[in-house]
């Protein structure tokens, strides 16, 4: 991903057209794709990386390739053992 921040602002709008005609998607969804894959990148490089689960229909489409899908949102959820707790959490614990 440095590369893409090393390229001119032209370039960087030429490859996204380009992408955007290929895959018949508006150039600002593709943007916001790379947004969102650069923001993984930052996030699962962090010392948080093994305490992260990142989940939700972007996971499915980014981690898996199940659907085809352009997302704004990533969703991520925090091993609570970062924050000290141990053990599981009872159904009614959960429910708070």
């Known amino acids: 991903m440095e590369e893409w921040f090393n390229l001119s602002e032209k370039d960087r709008k030429l490859i996204i057209d380009q992408v ?3 895959k018949g998607l508006l150039p600002v969804a593709i943007e916001k794709d790379l947004w969102v ?6 996030v ?25 899908r352009f997302s704004e949102d990533i969703d ?21």
Do not use: H, N
């Open 20 to 22: 955007s005609s290929k």
């Open 37 to 42: 894959m650069i923001a993984l990148k930052a």
């Open 44 to 68: 699962f490089s962090t010392e948080l990386k093994d305490y992260l689960v990142f989940k939700g229909g972007t996971s499915l489409s980014k981690a898996w390739s199940i659907i085809e």
């Open 76 to 96: 991520l959820a925090i091993d609570r053992s970062f924050f000290g707790f141990e053990g599981d959490l009872s159904r009614t614990q959960v429910k708070k």
